[in-house]
């Protein structure tokens, strides 16, 4: 069975400014959703609970997979915003799926679906963000989406670059480093995609703050400090394996700024 067939749909759900809010507004922020279940009919009650959900924002898309294996293969690609994400199923359960999912993205909001509760221990390993009994109840789902989504707009600050053939406009939360080369930033994403900013090192460095999570480690790299697997006193280790070097100079500075990001005190540096 290939990946396409283990997908039983894949929709996307555009509430746009001509459906719902008029003409003329724009869609700054793109809300992608996956459910994934082996229960068909689940799949399909789940997303149509999703469509009736009062606070949906006005982009938003929703993907429906029948296996774990699938999903990861698709969060790699693209990666989505929210996950709901049953915990018993064939070949790969829940908590493995979501295991494989934190080793690529810490940031992604996690919702476990179950018939039990039992496993919700088990879902703590993985950073889960919700535990959500099934069948799930139309109001405990809605107040969940509207909080995550709540919390990943605080996240959603974006960068505008420029590349020699187009513009991208990128998340910052994707960003795991800038490396410069000559006059040249090579741009590497938490999905594995690079691509080559028109400006020098420099240029970018007031629109990635420390207080989003960023730090000069080095004269030729600014660094996502979410996006780090672990460091030494010479060296870090990004989420995607690649090595990127500390400057001397930097080592004590940056060991602060590290565990003043992860316990949320980096604006009192």
């Known amino acids: 069975m290939n990946g396409s067939d283990r997908i039983c749909k894949d929709l996307f759900l555009c509430y746009n400014e001509k459906n719902f809010f008029g003409l003329g507004?724009?869609?700054?922020?793109?809300?992608?959703i996956a459910v994934c279940d082996d229960t068909h009919s689940f799949l399909i009650d789940t997303q149509e609970m999703i469509r009736q959900w009062p606070n949906r924002p006005a982009g938003m898309s929703v993907s429906l997979f029948c296996d774990a294996d699938a999903l990861i293969e698709a969060h790699k690609a693209e990666p989505f915003d929210i996950i709901l994400l049953d915990v018993v199923m064939p070949l790969?359960?829940?908590?493995?799926?979501?295991?494989?999912i934190r080793r690529q993205d810490r940031s992604v909001k996690i919702v476990f679906l179950s018939?039990?509760?039992?496993?919700?221990?088990?879902?703590?390993?993985?950073?889960?963000?919700?535990?959500?009994?099934?069948?799930?109840?139309?109001?405990?789902?809605?107040?969940c989406l509207d909080e995550l989504y709540a919390e990943l707009l605080k996240c959603a600050k974006s960068i505008t670059v420029k590349s020699a053939s187009a513009v991208h406009r990128i998340k910052l939360q994707d960003i795991e480093y800038l490396e410069s080369q000559g006059k040249l930033v090579l741009f590497c994403l938490s999905n594995g995609l690079t691509f080559y900013g028109a400006d020098p090192l420099y240029a970018y460095e007031?629109?990635?703050?420390?207080?989003?999570?960023?730090?000069?480690c080095h004269r030729s790299?600014?660094?996502?400090?979410?996006?780090?697997?672990?460091?030494?006193?010479?060296?870090?280790?990004?989420?995607?394996g690649c090595r990127i070097p500390?400057?001397?100079?930097?080592?004590?500075?940056?060991?602060?700024?590290?565990?003043?990001?992860?316990?949320?005190?980096?604006?009192?540096?």
């Open 246 to 269: 500390i400057s001397r100079g930097c080592q004590k500075e940056f060991e602060a700024v590290y565990f003043a990001t992860l316990f949320g005190k980096a604006g009192d540096l």
């Open 25 to 32: 507004k724009r869609v700054d922020y793109m809300l992608k």
């Open 92 to 100: 790969l359960n829940g908590i493995e799926a979501a295991s494989e």
């Open 115 to 143: 018939v039990s509760p039992e496993f919700a221990v088990d879902s703590y390993t993985v950073k889960a963000d919700n535990y959500l009994l099934k069948p799930a109840n139309r109001q405990q789902l809605f107040a």
């Open 221 to 240: 790299y600014l660094v996502n400090i979410h996006k780090i697997r672990t460091y030494t006193p010479k060296e870090i280790t990004t989420n995607s």
């Open 206 to 216: 007031n629109s990635l703050l420390l207080e989003d999570g960023f730090f000069k």
